[in-house]
């Protein structure tokens, strides 16, 4: 995938990557892309972290 997407596939402007990656960005800032995965992490996490709490609550 392009690092920065206004520049061409040149070396220095490639990196590999999973193509579920390179299909999520699309079009989308590399600083874009970063941040909404970071919040697809944490929201992730605190879903987790509810689903502990209330099987401890239930108990």
């Known amino acids: 995938r392009r690092v920065n997407n206004q520049r061409g596939h ?3 402007n490639i990196i590999v990557s999973p ?3 390179n299909v999520a960005r ?3 800032s590399l600083k874009a892309f970063r941040y909404q ?3 697809d992490f944490n ?3 605190s879903i987790q972290s ?3 709490k209330k ?3 239930e108990r």
Request: aromatic letters at 4%.
């Open 10 to 12: 040149i070396d220095d």
């Open 19 to 21: 193509i579920k990656c």
């Open 26 to 28: 699309k079009d989308m």
């Open 37 to 39: 995965k970071l919040l």
């Open 43 to 45: 929201c992730a996490l």
């Open 50 to 52: 509810m689903k502990r």
């Open 55 to 57: 099987i401890y609550i």
